[in-house]
């Protein structure tokens, strides 16, 4: 299997951490990119901005976020159906054969990218804003 590494710099704040200390960081961060997780629903809950990127579920059983990252021209949505067994982690549609997980695998770092993009042009935009309103 592939070996997965931190990136160099990165501070490590997995492990058995306090939620507290979790949503702490998340309420102080410019935003956050992630995954239809837990994690990613706790950055929303704690007011921070994020880069939701996932093609296994529908964007109504996701909290609403404007930097959705999803695929829509290949097989996507599947978590959102009843007749899909969630004990057996195989992907329910293309098991075995060349589109298997393709909902995941077509997004395409270009989308996330332009998606982050967007979001810190945003950020910037409120920013400045919010700093001619405080200037007046």
């Keep these: 299997g592939r070996k997965v590494c931190m990136p160099q710099g ?10 507290t200390d979790r949503i702490e960081l998340l309420a102080y961060a410019d935003f956050f990119i992630g995954v239809g997780s837990g994690l990613s629903w706790l950055a929303d809950a704690a007011g921070c901005p994020v880069v939701l990127i996932s093609g296994f579920s529908m964007p109504a059983a996701e909290f609403d976020t404007p930097y959705r990252v999803i695929n829509p021209l290949v097989c996507h949505g599947c978590y959102n159906y009843m007749t899909v067994d969630w004990l057996n982690p195989l992907c329910p549609r293309h098991h075995d054969t060349e589109r298997e997980y393709e909902c995941s695998v ?27 309103e405080t200037m007046k």
């Design 10 to 19: 990165a501070e490590d704040y997995t492990g058995n951490l306090p939620l």
């Design 106 to 132: 077509k997004i395409p770092p270009k989308m996330v990218i332009s998606t982050i993009d967007r979001l810190r042009k945003d950020l910037k935009d409120r920013k400045e804003l919010s700093d001619s």
